[in-house]
């Protein structure tokens, strides 16, 4: 099997299984033909040799190995290459971004972020677009139990299809060592600096605390965040600077101050260019949208 690429899916929102089925096909010349639009669709062999044909581009997916079709506008085809092929195939939506590449590529989470709140980490979710299984056994047994499974309104079978095709994705997931490696580094790291914001935190900190180039850990960061360790540790900071001046009575020296800011001067324009306003300005308007909001419930 050539070199896959990859499939890169932004975990938030997670991929929605909507249904799945079985076929079975002859080496009988018959083709199936379809135009292919809104969904992806997830491709397992059990059985032989399947031959696809993806906008004229001829490819063969063998017994336990898995080819998924990206969603767009494509014409395919597929038929049997050896005398019988059974397959499995699942349809899936995928709402948050995606992007087919020759190598990882780290999604950035299109979901806004939420007023006050701490930030989503972002994560990315890298699958083979055809890969060989490592253990078709156990693909088959939650095939087994997923494709039989029809969509309704009834929210326990719903949430319960997704557990299962949850499962299915962490089995498929591409398992690149280098990549895994980034991704817990990062995440490491994503820790200590919510943990230390408070404190001053240099290249020459993270180095000595992770015991890794200052280099490698950006490169790791980047790759799995979209964004340098600096970034992600002044949005932080900034987050925790909205909270504490609407929830706390203290001066803005001391919250600059409590967030690892010793410069005034700088936070007030680090926090100015974060919420485009100037923390004493952001203190007030806020304070008073949430006393008129608290007021105006109490009128209900």
């Keep these: 099997m050539a070199q896959s690429a990859y499939l890169s899916l932004s975990c938030l929102p997670l991929p929605t ?11 009988d010349g018959r083709m199936v033909s379809r135009v292919h639009l809104e969904y992806f669709m997830f491709i397992f062999v059990r059985k032989g040799t399947l031959m696809m044909s993806v ?8 017994r336990d190995e898995l080819f998924i079709l990206v969603a767009g506008d494509h014409r395919y085809a597929w038929w049997a290459e050896t005398p019988e092929v059974e397959i499995d195939w699942l349809y899936v939506f995928v709402a948050g971004e995606w992007a087919l590449k020759n190598e990882p590529a780290p999604i950035k989470n299109g979901m806004a972020a939420v007023s006050l709140h701490a930030n989503v980490p972002v994560q990315t979710l890298f699958l083979r677009q055809h890969q060989a299984v490592e253990d078709p056994d156990s693909i088959k047994e939650t095939m087994d139990q997923l494709v039989p499974q029809t969509i309704t309104c009834e929210s326990k079978q719903f949430f319960n299809s997704q557990a299962l095709f949850i499962q299915l994705l962490n089995k498929l997931r591409a398992q ?28 020459t900190t993270l180095e000595k605390e992770f015991n890794r180039p200052a280099t490698f850990l950006t490169k790791a ?44 001067y700088y936070f007030s324009t680090s926090f ?28 209900e």
């Design 272 to 299: 100015k260019k974060y919420a485009g306003t100037s923390p004493s300005r952001y203190r007030q308007v806020n304070s008073i949208e949430t006393s008129e909001n608290l007021s105006n419930r109490g009128d």
């Design 221 to 264: 960061f980047r790759q799995t965040v979209g964004m340098t360790p600096t970034d992600f540790l002044n949005q932080y900071r900034m987050e925790e600077a909205g909270r504490q001046l609407l929830n706390t009575g203290l001066s803005i020296s001391e919250i600059a101050s409590r967030v690892g800011f010793q410069n005034i």
């Design 176 to 203: 690149d060592n280098a990549q895994n490696l980034m991704i817990q580094v990062s995440l490491e790291l994503q820790a200590y600096l919510r943990s230390h914001f408070q404190n001053k935190i240099t290249a």
């Design 55 to 62: 906008d004229g581009k001829e490819q063969q997916v063998h």
């Design 17 to 27: 299984f909507i249904e799945g089925g079985h076929a079975e096909l002859h080496a």
